[in-house]
């Protein structure tokens, strides 16, 4: 069964500090990785896409990596700032089918003053 | 920000009662999207629509129907409405002939209550 597990569940850190929060996949293949910010009580918004032949893609103090041959996936947010207060999915989808897109459950993510 | 508008954004109703949700877009987008989103859950598909009287149902549909008369507007229905249905809803949009390949914009979520 396709899978997309996200870790951690929720993480507190202090502004200024640095996080990275993963995703592992089992989908294969596939077509894209998608990495989405959703602000409480917000939609899901787009920060970053990247295909499977892809290994990195930036988006300001966000930076996404993909080892597509250990099917994994990893979301680096540097300096954090009160406003990247929100949860974090990834998301992946199989090539040419609008159904199966999966995403993952997400990383609620805490900054701390 | 893409033309996204939900309605309504928050519902309280009772078991048994009809219920639609409305997605209205003015992106002129070919995709539209129906998904319900629970805690401990990612997003899961309801229904979807490739155009014009065209949809098809997702991994979570019983329960729920659609319809989409006008490239602009997705209704989602709940014929009888049930406290296993209390979750937020979203509409998402893509304008990819591919949509695996192309980005998803969400509206802002319609949250629905049960009781």
């Known amino acids: 069964k396709n899978q997309v597990e996200q870790s951690p569940q929720s993480l507190i850190i202090l502004e200024g500090k640095n996080c990275t929060l993963q995703?592992?996949?089992?989908?294969?293949?596939?077509?894209?990785l998608r990495w989405y910010k959703q602000d409480t009580g917000r939609g899901p918004v787009s920060l970053t896409i990247?295909?499977?032949?892809?290994n990195t893609k930036s988006n300001g103090r966000y930076t996404a990596t993909l080892d597509a041959d250990t099917k994994q996936s990893s979301l680096h947010i540097t300096a954090s700032q009160l406003s990247d207060s929100a949860s974090y999915i990834c998301v992946v989808s199989p090539y040419s089918s609008a159904s199966k897109i999966i995403f993952g459950s997400g990383t609620r993510l805490s900054i701390r003053p | 920000d893409a033309g996204i508008t939900q309605s309504p954004r928050h519902k309280v109703t009772e078991t048994g009662t009809p219920v639609t949700l409305r997605c209205h877009q003015t992106e002129n987008h070919r995709y539209m999207y129906w998904y319900r989103q629970d805690p401990g859950h990612g997003l899961r598909l309801i229904h979807y629509s490739y155009g014009v009287k065209d949809t098809d149902k997702g991994e979570v549909s019983d329960g729920y129907s659609v319809s989409r008369s006008k490239t602009e507007d997705f209704l989602l229905t709940l014929e009888s409405a049930t406290s296993s249905q209390t979750s937020v809803y979203f509409c998402?949009?893509?304008?990819?002939?591919?949509?695996?390949?192309?980005?998803?914009?969400f509206g802002e979520g319609s949250r629905l209550t049960v009781l």
């Open positions: 990247m295909t499977f032949s892809e």
């Open positions: 998402a949009i893509s304008d990819e002939a591919d949509p695996s390949t192309g980005e998803l914009f």
């Open positions: 995703c592992n996949y089992t989908v294969s293949p596939f077509s894209n």
